[in-house]
Structure formats: C-alpha cells, structure tokens
C-alpha cells in the first residue's frame, strides 16, 4: 500500500501518522477534541489574548461547542490539571483493555485514533452500532467489547461533568 493512501476504516493514515501496529509509538498523539480543548482553553486562559491567534480561537470555540464530555469550562489550574488528567487516564484505559478475537484468538486493542474518536462521541447513550458506523475499524470487535469501551467513556463523561 502507498504511504500517502488514506482509509480510516483500516485505519491507514498514510505518511503523517504511525501504521496501527505502532500503538506505543512515540509520534504525536492523536487528540480528541476535548483533549484539544482543554489544551487550547488552558493556553487562551494563561496566556495574553493578543497571544491567541485567530486560528487558535477558532479551534477552541470548535472544541468548546463539540467537545462532547459535558465541561461548562475551564477556569482554574486546578480545574485544567483535574480534567488533563482524567482525559489522560481515560485514553490509557482505552488503548490497555484488549479483548481476544473470537475468529483468529488474536489479542484486540484500539488504535490511538479508534480511543479519540470514541472519545469524541457527543452522546452518553451511544451504541455499538452507532459506534462502529462512525468508525468502521470497530468492525473488528463484537457489539460487547464496543460496549464495554463506550461504558468507559460514559462512566469518564460523568466524572467529568461533576467538576467542570
């Protein structure tokens, strides 16, 4: 396959991001969108506004309407460290739980993209088939192991939710 060949169904991103196998690569991270906004809001919040740049802001004001895990914001160190590391946590959770395919007895984790886009979905009462249709390298995980992940991602939301 080319290097450059996109396909986020067999998760093929081509050159600019590592190939799955490479799940502890130690390339850039592939971000959801509340772990950029998170980002992007620390930096506006300690930093001079004339230092944001439009670009910068405009990615936050996408991260703050799509974000997804129920933050009103972030106001506070406190509250970037707190919610930093529960999104952190979250993702590692993630990427650590395998399941052994019931076909080739092979060991199944997500790929970093598969964890952010989970992460991403805006709804609490998503379903595997709603899952796997907005990701189609899900495919290769049973209606219950895609369950089991989107239990994580609820349980973290609610946690969430409680602090910001």
């Known amino acids: 396959m080319d290097n450059d060949t996109t396909d986020a169904s067999t998760l093929a991103f081509g050159s600019l991001f590592p190939p799955p196998t490479s799940a502890s690569s130690e390339s850039d991270p592939i971000l959801s969108v509340a772990e950029v906004y998170t980002i992007t809001n620390h930096f506006i919040n300690s930093s001079n506004d004339d230092d944001a ?6 990615v936050h004001a996408y991260g703050r309407r799509f974000h997804g895990m129920g933050m009103s914001g972030i106001s506070t160190a406190v509250q970037f460290e707190q919610l930093n590391n529960m999104l952190q946590d979250l993702r590692d959770v993630l990427l650590k739980k395998a399941f052994v395919s019931n076909t080739t007895g092979e060991e199944l984790r997500l790929h970093e993209y598969e964890a952010s886009k ?16 907005l990701i ?4 290769k995980f049973t209606d219950g192991q895609v369950e089991e992940y989107l239990e994580l991602v609820k349980k973290a ?5 409680d602090i910001s």
Not at 53 to 58: A, E, F, I, S
Not at 136 to 139: C, D, G, H, T
Not at 157 to 161: A, G
Request: charged content about 30%; glycine content about 0%; proline content about 3%.
């Open 157 to 161: 939301k609610l946690k969430i939710s």
């Open 118 to 133: 989970l992460m991403d979905l805006m709804s609490t009462t998503s379903t595997s088939d709603e899952a796997k249709c």
């Open 136 to 139: 189609p390298s899900l495919k």
């Open 53 to 58: 740049n439009d670009v910068l802001k405009k």
